[in-house]
């Protein structure tokens, strides 16, 4: 979403911005490293585009997919972040041809994420809530949306080209990945990408609602008052430690 990345663009040192497939890409520094940001759009088609044209364009050697989520396993709350081990598309399914959420051709069904990326970033979120969060967070808004004690969790997550916003829904992918912790629209998407060009990648949710039936309600409300101001924090703990 436009929100998720307007902080960010607006603490970047922005050398130059650079279009392609009506796309903007900002490249320059943030906490002192070299980085380019984009808008990923919504779903796996169009965050797939973002991707590759990152990595071709740009020659990146790490990219980092953050926003939010809706929670699948029962244990998370609105708040909690959760930091990708793997990720994989609840909603591939090219049967009898090939097994169930396999990517045709790859021979592969989940794309893992790099290891130590991986333990980087739950540091840098674990750090974040403990000693940023009131600093990014109005306390109107902990109150309003029960930010109490928010957790750092690390797991599968899904992905697919639905909003997931009903018990039907949500039953299902509880039903078929019962590893997944979460489930968004394009992580599964950009690993794929990322494995198909060996780069190493994260994906860095916060929680943004339970993915049944109040998802649409409590979504909109988060985006603009918390979830943008949780992404700045952690992309800006992740990048200004990352080099250390």
């Known amino acids: 979403m ?32 070299e980085c380019v940001v984009a808008l990923s759009r919504i779903g796996k088609v169009a965050s797939s585009v ?20 809706g929670a699948v396993n029962t244990k998370l709350k609105v708040g909690d972040i959760v930091v990708a081990t793997e990720a994989t598309q609840h909603d591939l399914d090219a ?3 090939f097994p169930q959420f396999e990517a045709p051709l790859l021979d592969k069904a989940i794309f893992p994420c790099h290891d130590s990326l991986v333990c980087f970033a739950v540091s840098c979120c674990e750090e974040f809530l403990q000693d940023d969060f009131q600093k990014y967070i109005n306390e109107e808004y902990i109150q309003q949306f029960s930010l109490n004690s928010p957790a750092v969790y690390s797991g599968q997550i899904c992905c697919g080209d639905q ?3 009903s018990a039907q ?29 060996n780069i190493p990648y994260i994906v860095v949710r916060t929680i943004s609602d ?35």
Not at 12 to 19: A, W
Not at 50 to 69: H, N, P, S, W, Y
């Open 95 to 97: 049967r009898p041809l």
């Open 163 to 165: 909003f997931i916003g």
């Open 169 to 197: 829904q949500l039953n299902k992918i509880q039903k078929e990945l019962p590893d997944a912790l979460c489930v968004e629209m394009e992580g599964g998407a950009v690993g794929q990408i990322c494995y198909e060009f």
């Open 50 to 69: 973002t991707a590759a044209i990152m990595i071709e364009r740009f020659g990146i050697d790490r990219l980092i997919v953050a926003g939010v989520a």
């Open 2 to 33: 436009p929100e998720e990345i307007e902080l960010i663009i607006s603490n970047m040192n922005i050398e130059s911005v650079y279009e392609s497939g009506r796309r903007n890409f900002y490249k320059g520094t943030l906490n002192g490293n």
């Open 210 to 244: 339970s993915a049944n039936d109040h998802a649409p309600i409590d979504f909109s409300k988060y985006i603009e008052n918390v979830a943008k101001y949780y992404t700045l924090g952690v992309v800006s703990k992740i990048l200004s430690k990352i080099n250390e």
